[in-house]
């Protein structure tokens, strides 16, 4: 059995989530697609900590690999979809932009091992990594967030 390294908690209620008990972190919640401000839902959730755990996955991964990650991102969109059966599934996309990796070889390799890392990255929910659009985001000039050009 593997050590535990970090454990959360998080509740949904009626109109909110809460984070390990904190009241300061309440979020109202909606429905997808609602007209509530700015509401989290659980694919925005989903995508956020999507983003995050392979963005960290990748960091092991490059520096593994002796790439420089410093100035790395991952974008995740999560796209939930209705089913013919009337059950929903979701869908993920992920995009990763390591400036440190000087050859496609070198960014394969990191990137797969980082997709291997990830625990959030299974069988449930369909995860595709869009090899062509981070290897266009490798040649990218600009702020070390490709998608605020």
Do not use: W
């Amino acid at each position: 059995m593997a050590g535990e390294i970090y454990s959360t908690e998080a509740t949904s209620s009626r109109g909110s989530v809460r984070v390990d008990g904190r009241g300061d972190l309440a979020f109202a919640v909606g429905e997808p697609g609602g007209g509530t401000a700015d509401p989290l839902n659980p694919e925005r959730l989903y995508a956020a900590a999507l983003a995050t755990c392979l963005h960290q996955s990748l960091t092991i991964a490059a520096t593994s690999l002796a790439v420089e990650a410093g100035e790395s991102v991952v974008t995740a969109k999560v796209t939930l979809a209705a089913r013919g059966d009337g059950s929903y599934e979701l869908r993920a996309t992920v995009e990763m932009y390591l400036p440190g990796a000087t050859t496609d070889s070198l960014y394969d390799a990191v990137t797969r091992e980082a997709l291997r890392l990830c625990p959030l990255v299974g069988d449930k929910v369909a995860v595709t990594f869009d090899r062509e659009r981070g290897l266009a985001l490798q040649n990218h000039r600009g702020p070390a967030d490709p998608g605020q050009n």
